[in-house]
């Protein structure tokens, strides 16, 4: 197997060829922030927060803004993960994610572990320098033991991946486009009339909202488990089904 | 031929009444695709003479093809509308029948592609593409013949060529002209392509909203197909290539070539980020060359004159808007956008001034009229902080509020975002309502300040093209028109 060095920010490390600019930093323990990226699966690099600035790649001096997530590190790369530039456009799709939605941390059930709400935390978004939009936004409670409130609801997509690639009932999907875009269920029904629904919960544990939760849960009570699907993915690329 | 009467009854001069016009004929009367100055429709031509059939100031259409040819005008070759044109891709349109391959053979259509075959050498093919510095007409401008040597380049059995016809920039019609017009030159580019990097398949992927044009290539696959131009052991070869239609549903962003690929293949048409590119993972995980209608269009050209009679080749372009004459042209590339916009398109209306030229559509900028000695090349324009785009140059007056222009595109990019990426779904709502404030006089300094950061933040975070370039028509319209948007600002606010 090859190796590749590459450095980010001060780190100089090596790295196996094929590793992502993510994994890479994870491994010389420098955070960057992820939303729709979840370890075990698939990443499509929608939300844009874990963009770092490359250069040194393909010849190329200027630097490039690139997702992490999907970015293969190179020989001689040279990443920064935290220029003003980057902190600037991580701040602004927090707060567009916050003014698209309708987010009311303190009735929230998932107040408290939010992953939202810990990147605003993180980005340092006190407040939002964009209006609210509080758009019209339903809630589905069609299904006997979860809850959908697309209120809280970030696109991120996780779901509709966890339900496809992970549990194979593909009950997710999204829905039109741009700013009318919405997770739907089945081909747009109540989700309680999927028949496709395998009812194993995995898109709640995955969710890192509010937007899919249990309905015995209340405020502040959710714990989103991101955990269960890599201890899963795991066991069935080991097949170690013994922890 | 020569003789018969050709009418245009392509999308603008049918519009204009020319098949009451055709089927109210006592003459045989030749269907031909678009003549030029489309402002001047319906329009007809006998030999090299171009005839407007266009009616009076506020009167009706004259009631047959007779009474119109009757009143008649001409329009003379030495008009700076026609003479200053080099017609390329545009050669045969509007002189052969677009629905009658015997028509378009007896004009030279696929004599290149059988040269090409008989020559039996696809590399040379891809030298001349890359001697002649073809560049992508689509809009970003990659050079054709490198994309062509790495399709040709990848390992694999099976490849598909793709032409991208899904033009959807407001105010563009360049391609649709030469589906209408020649169907059968871009069949054979694709052909040429296909043979040149050693692909079997092919699709066109064509908006929905073109359905003379999806009729005319439909017929014109067909014809290919029936006489051996298209198809198994064409040309008496060992090449096979087979062209699809793909109908888009009206997505703009389907026309960013990951999200097309995905539509082709039956998904969700939304981008995904590159590497890989089409070029090593395209339709089916295939490697996939995409190119737009017009470069495919180049290449029967180019072939036929060679790399030195060929030199800087030509851009066609639709000019609309605030101009006398408004129509499809085909110009040598690098002239100067005055040519076109005063001396080709006469220029504003009576009494009014020019004020601006918007290319490149929702992804392009505005230039001043200072800035109209710019000769139209990839690179200049791109200094200006337009882009070439695919062909569409709108041009407004002194009329027209900038800061209206810029609301307008950003409007469209909000609708036609795909939603995947945070930047652009949501970027564009609030660039929006930021324009509108400012327009309805309600937006302060710090609004147009936020304005600016929020276009740098949605241009550089996006996902795709469309969302990278949706905030250039307000940030082109800000550095050249800053004046429109501080007019709007709140009275009494300070004006930096």
Known sequence: MSVCTLRINDHDIAVPAGTTLLQAAQQATIPIPTLCFLEGLSAVAACRLCLVEVSGADGREEPRLLAACVTAATEGMRVQTHTPRLQEIRRTVIELLFTEGNHVCAICVANGHCELQNLAVEVGMDHSRLPYRFPERHVDLSHPQYGLDHNRCILCTRCVRVCDEVEGAHVWDVGWRGEHCQIISGLHEPWGDVQACTHCGKCVDVCPTGALFHKVDTSSEKHGHPERLQRLMHARTHQQWTP | MSSCLRLCTAASCRSRGAMALLQSSDRPVKEVGCLGPCSEGPLAAEGAQLLS???????????????????????????????????????RCGVVDPGCIDDALAQGAYQQLQAVLAANNPSAVIDTVRRSGLRGRGGAGYPTGLKWATVAAMPSDQKVVVCNADEGDPGAFMDRTLMEGDPHTLLEGMAIAAFAVGAAQGFIYIRAEYPLAIERLRRAIAAAEARGWLGTAIGGSRFSFGIELRVGAGAYVCGEETALI????????????????????????????????????????????GVEAYGAGTKVFSLTGHVQRSGVLEVPMGTPLRTIVETMGGGAPPGRQIKAVQTGGPSGGCIPASALNTPVDYDSLKALGTIMGSGGMVVMDDTTNMVDIAAFFIAFSREESCGKCIPCRSGTVQLEMLLRKLLERRASAADLTQLEALCHTVADASLCGLGQSAPKPVLSTLRHFRGDYLELLEPGEVVR
């Open chain 2, 53 to 91: 059939l266009k009616p009076a100031e506020g009167e009706p259409l004259a009631p047959s093809l007779g009474a119109a040819l009757a009143g008649s005008r001409a329009i003379s070759a030495d008009d700076p509308f026609l003479k200053l044109q080099r017609r390329l891709v545009l050669a």
């Open chain 2, 262 to 305: 995905h539509s082709i293949e039956g998904r969700r048409g939304v981008p995904r980020p590159r590497p890989p590119y089409p070029a090593e993972h395209g339709v089916f995980g295939l490697p996939t060359l995409i190119n737009n209608v017009e470069t495919f269009g180049n290449i029967p050209p180019l072939l036929r004159l």
